[in-house]
């Protein structure tokens, strides 16, 4: 049988521009795992590495405008948004360079023998090394910086693996362009272009995951996938790290005091977040608890008058449209929902922005309504207006684990002078990887302190996607008893040779 064709689709029209691979069979996926395990060994060098990173941000940088044209192309995202994608994910490149030139990263310790300790303290060296090959499956919503090149791979090259990604079908023809400028990259500094492959294909993912050189795995996708290559992950003779950010709500709280002081100015904040890429984030606010009374109302007015100014936008492709026409039927259906601006259909390829409100008395008891506390892909949110803190505090312990959750305070409780901050903060913090106070989750800074992940199911770990220590995901530590220093590896001896930071008998060095 011949292999299907993967073609490049227009989500502007639903129609096809080109064919540009043919989905990957078991053996081509074997062949993309093994050349991969082959060039792990050029990774070793951090130096090399170093500068393979930075050499592939420069070659996409190079490369911006005929990526740029052809991203926009697959996904309707726009010039702009993913000019600025592409800056973010080249600055993502380099910012693993520069933790690799540290080697902070390695988590080196040493411990002389110390026959005085119970028990007894022999030669022990600690430090961590590569996992092996990783499987990376790309994100439908950032053809850049959670595909191919994202922050996955980067961190999984940081680390000294290669890796073998899962192209996204609402991007293949990016794909595979930006996998060439990676694989030139390498070529420059001697490393196989194997360190980077690219599958195509539902079950060359399933293939993939299940493959045994392949040692862990990053996925940033929906529950329901991601759920599923998860527990194949767990399900091996041999089962491995399954990193997967699958869905989030990234709920919202806004006190009475602050919806009395700003509401206006709510509403416009929350209409452009959650509007942001006609609602393709991945930190979307997606349920809002506002409060009734005339604070409440002034947001709801604010919100309805700047979501009704949001042009038609296309999603990045038809089947999330009708996913997303068919869930806000769903939900504006229900009992006590209304909606002040009606999400839906724009035109035949177009979504409109909305939002649904509802008392948040028929969120805190389950029933019809746990539809509500679900993700809905798209421009769309939820506005529960609750009576009381004792219905805020009903509805958050129904929730799901969270990539974010934020509060919107007045500046007396941003101050601490009520303790009202201080208890919300308290009720958000076991919900989510990253709580906001008077700001908007989307937008993720590549930074060192960066997390990027959440209770699950935002996310099957504990680990970040984004941020300096995404690389601890793709390393395991090893640590060596009792070896001959001329045995041990030059990152593990007294002498130090590479320069790098270690605790060394209990103390920190630089």
């Known amino acids: 049988m011949a292999a299907a064709p993967v073609w490049s689709v227009d989500p502007r029209t639903g129609k096809q521009r080109e064919q540009v691979a043919v989905e990957a069979t078991a053996e081509e996926v074997d062949l993309a795992v093994r050349a991969a395990a082959d060039a792990a060994s050029a990774l070793a060098d951090r130096t090399v590495r170093a500068a393979f990173l930075r050499t592939a941000a420069d070659l996409l940088e190079e490369a911006k405008d005929h990526l740029v044209e052809a991203a926009d192309a697959e996904t309707a995202l726009g010039p702009v948004r993913l000019t600025g994608e592409l800056a973010r994910t080249c600055y993502q490149l380099r910012s693993f360079a520069d933790i690799v030139d540290e080697g902070a990263f390695l988590g080196i310790v040493i411990d002389h023998p110390d026959a005085s300790a119970t028990p007894p303290v022999p030669d022990l060296r600690r430090y961590k090394i590569p996992l092996g090959v990783v499987a990376v499956y790309s994100a439908s919503n950032f053809p850049f910086a959670f595909s191919v090149p994202g922050g996955d791979t980067a961190s999984a090259l940081a680390a000294g693996c290669p890796v073998v990604v899962k192209a996204h079908p609402d991007h293949p023809g990016t794909s595979e362009l930006v996998a060439s400028v990676l694989r030139r990259a390498a070529v420059r500094h001697g490393i196989p272009e194997g360190v980077i492959g690219l599958v195509h294909g539902f079950d060359a993912g399933v293939e993939l995951v299940g493959h045994p050189l392949v040692s862990g795995a990053g996925f940033t996708g929906s529950i329901r996938g991601g759920r599923a290559l998860f527990d194949a992950a767990a ?45 393709q984030f991945c930190v ?195 640590a060596y008893q009792n070896t001959p220093e001329a045995l041990l590896p030059p990152e593990l001896r007294d002498a130090n040779p590479l320069g790098l930071p270690r605790r060394y008998d209990g103390r920190l060095q630089h």
């Open 284 to 478: 979307k606010p997606g349920l809002v608890l506002a409060p009734e009374g005339a604070g409440g109302d002034r947001l709801v007015k604010s919100l309805t008058e700047a979501v009704s100014n949001t042009e038609a936008g296309v999603l990045l492709d038809h089947r999330m449209r009708d996913n997303f026409v068919a869930g806000v039927r769903e939900r504006a259906g229900l009992p006590d929902v209304d909606a002040p601006v009606t999400p839906g259909a724009g035109s035949e390829h177009t979504v409109s922005a909305g939002f649904l409100t509802v008392p948040a008395a028929r969120l805190a008891a389950e029933g019809a309504h746990d539809l509500l506390l679900e993700e809905c892909f798209g421009p769309v949110t939820v506005v529960a207006r609750y009576a009381d803190d004792a219905e805020i505090t009903a509805v958050l312990s129904r929730l799901p684990g969270n990539l974010t959750a934020t509060v919107q305070l007045s500046s007396d409780e941003a101050a601490g002078e009520s303790g009202r901050g201080a208890e919300l903060l308290a009720e958000l913090t076991p919900l989510a990887g990253r709580v906001l106070v008077d700001g908007w989750p989307t937008g993720v800074a590549v930074a060192p302190a960066q997390h990027h992940g959440g209770p699950y199911p935002a996310t099957t770990s504990t680990s970040t996607s984004v941020g300096g220590t995404a690389v601890e995901r793709w390393l395991r530590p090893v």
């Open 235 to 279: 399900a091996r003779p041999v089962p491995i790290p399954f990193h997967g950010e699958l869905g989030s709500l990234n709920p919202v709280v806004v006190t009475e005091a602050a919806a009395a002081e700003r509401g206006e100015q709510i509403g416009i904040g929350l209409a452009g977040s959650m509007t942001l890429g006609v609602g």
